[in-house]
């Protein structure tokens, strides 16, 4: 069974920094289109970053400047680097892992920026 867990959320005050990872199982890693996406309440879910197999990236316009995605094939994890958070940031974060006709969703890890 395929499986994306997500890790390192939590409380952090503005301006703070946490790293997220996610570490998938059961899937050929390096071949995944990998991102993270979020969604805040009442909200619907949106792009945060993603990187392609070849490590090429893009990021959502509140996200550049303040995040990094990367990953590590060798390991099958997938890191977000989020520094400055702001209170905007708070939300619900998910793993996503994409390739050709399938798609899986990691269970999400709760980020609260605190102002």
């Known amino acids: 069974q395929v499986q994306l867990v997500e890790s390192g959320g939590g409380l952090v005050q503005a301006g703070g920094s946490l790293r997220l990872s996610c570490a998938a199982s059961k899937i050929i890693f390096s071949t995944y289109l990998m991102g993270w996406y979020r969604q805040a309440p009442g909200k619907q879910r949106e792009l945060v970053a993603r990187?392609?197999?070849?490590?090429?990236?893009n990021y959502a316009d509140s996200a550049k400047g303040r995040f990094t995605i990367s990953r590590d094939n060798a390991e099958n994890t997938v890191h977000l680097e989020m520094n400055s958070l702001k209170p905007d940031d708070t939300a619900v974060y998910y793993c996503n892992g994409l390739t050709i006709g399938r798609e899986y969703w990691g269970q999400g890890t709760q980020v609260t920026v605190s102002s």
């Open positions: 990187i392609d197999k070849n490590g090429n990236t």
